[in-house]
């Protein structure tokens, strides 16, 4: 018995004499844990792509021993819906997403995406990546792929059911869901109930729908009916993406909104948004006209008075004339010695008589109605944005969140906004082991400073990098450091919980 004893302590002052050892040790942060409670001074021990330890890591020692002198220590951000995929396989490091903290990505917005996905999936990890990145299924996708001649009707049974079949070979590939983009071509023609069929599939895959409502603007309130259906009847999550009151006579009703989408919670459908930090957009210029009544002027005149006004309306890509890149419409105008009204039917009418391409950025939200939105306990953030576009949500939405709507205005607090760029949006899209700060979680995280992190980005120059973010791990491994990728690639294709 007294032996035994001995040993025991023996073994006992052994164990206490070494040290426990990590392959990094961030020390001295303030740790953002990503739920959305108090920050708490400590130290984080990473092993391989794993959180091994959150704590008190003094008496430990790592080959990799970080000081991170008091800065935040957050969640990689999780960008809910992004482009970020565009030019990715060209600019693997991705500074785009690692220089403003985004360690995730979600691509095939918009009812667009990369069909069929097993193969994208592969590419990417063929290809390697800075980040992680998961996708939905478009539906424009395969409704591009099954209508042959004229797609402004509604599809055939048979076109349905060749679309549910490439969704089940999607889902079975780790799809999150289905993504729709109602307001854009071809998505714009589809019948609800063609929506809904195909949302079953994605439902009975324990998948989930994110959706560019039907309008954001005139039909705004039916589209958000329609969100809300889905969800009732397919009783799967469904999120409005990139939430927005994108008129002047619906500004200032998003009281209404959130009342509604309470509502909607309150009736046991799993409603969540999320929602990018600036008030205007980018898209084209042929989604303003939901009719495509490109050559009506009543339309046009409508449009610039209501939602996107002239001088606020800049080309972000034009390809007849590459020359209005950067313009507003009122200086294009000018130059063409017409009116703005005329000026949009025209630049509409040349892109498709050459079937060129245009993007534009539109100025048609109120500052008020965004803060309110992001304020709902159920938006997280996203960025809408990549790393070639025009809008310096690319590179700036979530530093513009830490640097406008927590510091300089306190819409949220740090720990709030941070848990709507972490765990919440994890949960908004059934992602396990990731978007938290805890043992056994993926390392995904970013360092910062709070009181210096901004974006710089602007619309005239999109990509100019953010400030403040110190370093930015991805499954365990740097990719970012002190303004510079360190051209690793350790991002993984993240496919859905089945
Ligand atoms: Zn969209």
């Known amino acids: 018995m007294k032996k035994t ?3 025991l302590l023996l073994a006992g002052s052994v164990l206490s004499c070494q040290k426990q050892k990590f392959e990094t040790i961030i020390r ?10 108090a920050s708490f001074t400590g130290d984080v021990g990473i092993n391989a792509d794993t959180i091994a330890y959150v704590g008190d890591l003094s008496k430990a020692i790592a080959t990799n021993d970080i000081d991170a002198k008091g800065m935040a220590l957050a969640p990689g951000f999780i960008d809910t819906h992004s482009h970020h995929d565009w030019g990715m396989f060209e600019i693997r490091d991705m500074p785009s997403c690692v220089s403003q903290g985004i360690t995730t990505i979600v691509v095939g917005q918009d009812g667009g995406s990369n069909f069929p996905l097993s193969d994208f999936y592969k590419k990417v990890e063929e290809a390697t990546v800075a980040v992680n990145v998961a996708s939905y299924t478009g539906h424009n996708t395969l409704r591009d792929s099954v209508i042959v001649g004229d797609y402004k009707r509604f599809c055939t049974p048979e076109e349905i059911e060749g679309m549910k079949g490439m969704l089940k070979q999607d889902m079975e590939a780790g799809s999150l869901g289905l993504s729709t983009g109602l307001e854009y071509d071809p998505g714009i023609f589809s019948h609800p109930d063609e929506v809904i069929d195909l949302a079953k599939v994605a439902a009975t895959s324990n998948g989930r729908y994110i959706s560019h409502i ?48 309470d509502s909607a919670r309150a009736a046991g459908i799993n409603l969540t948004a999320d929602i990018y930090p600036y008030a205007y957009w980018q898209s084209t210029m042929t989604v303003l006209f939901p009719n495509r009544d490109f050559k009506n002027r009543k339309t046009a005149e409508f449009i610039l008075n209501e939602i996107a006004p002239s ?11 590459t020359s209005y890149v950067g313009k507003t ?35 048609s939200m109120e500052e008020k109605d965004i803060a309110e939105i992001m304020k709902w306990p159920y938006t997280n953030i996203c960025s809408d944005g990549s790393g070639v576009g025009r809008h310096p949500r690319g590179y700036g939405a979530f530093t ?9 205005e306190k819409v949220l607090t740090l720990e709030d906004g941070i848990r709507r760029m972490t765990s919440l949006s ?73």
């Open 5 to 7: 004893i001995l040993i």
């Open 28 to 37: 001295n942060a303030v740790i953002y844990d990503g739920s959305g409670k």
């Open 214 to 261: 039907r309008s954001e603007d005139r039909y705004f309130w039916k589209a958000l009916d329609e969100i809300i259906n889905i969800g009732a009847v397919t009783k799967m999550p469904v999120q409005i993406a990139h939430t927005k009151l994108a008129m002047k006579s619906i500004w200032g009703q998003s009281g209404r909104l959130i009342k509604k989408m």
């Open 311 to 321: 001088d606020g309306l800049l080309i972000g890509r034009y390809s007849p004339d």
């Open 329 to 363: 419409l009122t200086e294009i105008a000018a130059l063409r010695k017409t009116d703005p009204p005329k000026t949009l039917m025209d630049l509409i009418a040349e892109v498709e008589s050459k079937k060129g391409d245009e993007s534009i950025i539109a100025t």
């Open 400 to 408: 513009k969140i830490l640097r406008q709507y927590v510091r300089e």
């Open 426 to 498: 994890a949960d908004n899209l059934g992602m396990e082991k990731r978007g938290r700060i805890e043992t056994g979680n993926y390392a995904d995280l970013v360092l910062f400073d709070p009181a210096t992190v901004a974006d710089r980005a602007t619309p005239k120059k999109p990509q100019l990098q953010s400030v403040g973010i110190e370093k930015v791990w991805v499954n365990g491994v740097e990719v970012f450091v002190q303004g510079e990728t360190t051209k690793k690639y350790p991002g993984r294709v993240i496919r859905r919980n089945k």
